[in-house]
């Protein structure tokens, strides 16, 4: 009995974390002063800005499985994109602005408290592959 609530209770929690919706004025907000470094639960990149870099790296998040743009355009000059976890579908935020000769990165979990480190892997894949795909093109 106490096991069948368990379970219960973890699948209406692992779909609560699934399904929850975005609100998206929480998560669409400017950067303010950052720096590239590492947080519990967040990490936050600033690298040189560069003709169509915002727009590449827009293309770039769209090409991370699980990812999805949820407000923001390339002109606005501010985009957030919410990407799922594989088994669960913990959702994490990334926030990608040009502030004047600056781009700065900025992704964060929703629920827990540590990503594991995922956030601060995601845009250094990120930036890595469009530099890669820059030099190439």
Do not use: C
Not at 102 to 109: E, G, P, S, T
Not at 114 to 121: H, Q
């Amino acid at each position: 009995m106490i096991w069948t609530v368990l379970v219960l209770a973890a699948i209406a929690g692992f779909g609560f974390i699934r399904f929850a919706s975005t609100d998206v004025a929480r998560w669409h907000k400017p950067i303010g002063d950052a720096e590239s470094t590492n947080g519990e639960g967040w990490s936050a990149r600033v690298i040189p800005a560069s003709s169509d870099l915002l727009s590449d790296l827009h293309q770039g998040m769209l090409a991370l499985e699980r990812t999805e743009l949820v407000a923001g355009s390339v002109t606005e000059g501010r985009l957030t994109y919410i990407t799922r976890s594989k088994l669960i579908g913990f959702p994490d935020y990334t926030t990608i602005e040009q502030d004047g000769d600056q781009i700065k990165l900025y992704a964060r979990l929703r629920f827990g408290r540590s990503d594991l480190g995922v956030n601060g892997k995601r845009l250094d894949r990120l930036i890595e592959n469009v530099r890669a795909k820059r030099t190439k093109g």
